[in-house]
Nanobody
């Protein structure tokens, strides 16, 4: 069992930056691929970024490519999402997810564990 707790959300201005963290407890996070998803009001949850368990491969949604960076520190059991050049359309609740497999995927149903989410609001 893995518990995930997100932090780092908040209010930012357009063009600004935020860094989200996802701390894992329970079974070691190093055996798990991890991802970030987000859900805006009245919209479905969507994929943002994913990273393999050793951090050697990552993938991004087209909408965040070149602006967001996913990384992980397995010594701290923590996954990060550095968000730069934020836009109002990035406003959403951001969720951290983990799956018991080394390879990341963009499919939400493939992830076994989810955090409670952290709100990110970007003002124009």
């Amino acid at each position: 069992q893995v518990q995930l707790v997100e932090s780092g959300g908040g209010l930012a201005q357009a063009g600004g930056s935020l860094r989200l963290s996802c701390a894992a407890s329970g079974r070691t996070a190093s055996d798990y691929a991890a991802a970030w998803f987000r859900q805006a009001p009245r919209k479905e949850r969507e994929f943002v970024a994913a990273i393999s368990w050793l951090g050697r491969s990552a993938s991004y949604a087209d909408s965040v490519e070149d602006r967001f960076t996913i990384s992980r520190d397995n010594t701290k059991n923590t996954v990060y999402l550095q968000m730069n050049s934020l836009k109002p359309e990035d406003t959403a609740v951001y969720y951290c997810a983990a799956r018991a497999h080394w390879a990341p995927t963009r499919t939400a149903e493939a992830y076994n564990y989810w955090g409670q989410g952290t709100q990110v609001t970007v003002s124009s």
